[in-house]
């Protein structure tokens, strides 16, 4: 396929101009603020910088951040904004630090984890998804908690094994976006307003990291020879 605009190539182009269309549909069916906008669309730009493997995911994952921890507090889901500034804007930092170390003739080095790593990273998510589901399940209000922790975890494990470099994230988050797109089915079917649209963008995820692991699995071999 022709490559164009630098490395990118006429798919990703094309499926850059599709994603950043589901947020600014999504906006616009939601009736969203340009916050919320810049919010989502900066949150679009980091994932599909980050299956390329380009350096730039951070600066947009770093607005991102901040921008959905705001959010996240005047909506009092402050275990998000916990999360958010506690979690996720430190290793922004320690993965633009990380990744700009293993750049090599203007390409991300991306690696394989071993057959051990990948049984300690399975037994990590299966105990944090179910002891953090049976705390939830104490909060008056909570729903679907353990769908709730598999979700949150997997977001956790996930993003640490993106900063080191491994191509497995994108099978963690494949699943993570399979989990919250079932998630949000079941608040659709209770209820919820956004639970659709939810659903679409979520689904758009779940394409993204698909891609994201064809990428960068061709990345990892490449880096082995």
Known sequence: MKKVLGGWKMFEVVWLVL???VAVSFTFLSKD???????????VLCVVLTAKGKLTSYA???YNTFGYAYLAYINGLFGEVMLNLLFFVPMNFIGFYMWKKNFQSGKL???QMEHSGMLLTLAVCIAGSLLLGF???F????NSPYIDAVTTVLSVVATILMVRRFKEQWLLYIVLNMFTVLLWVIRTLEGSGEGLLMIVMW???LINAAYGYYNWNKGAKEALL
């Open 33 to 43: 603020s340009l916050f919320g906008f810049t919010v989502f669309i900066t949150g």
């Open 109 to 111: 080095s991306m690696r």
């Open 203 to 205: 689904s758009a995820y």
């Open 135 to 137: 705390g939830l399940s």
């Open 19 to 21: 994603f950043t269309l």
């Open 60 to 62: 947009f994952g770093m």
């Open 139 to 142: 909060i008056p209000g909570q």
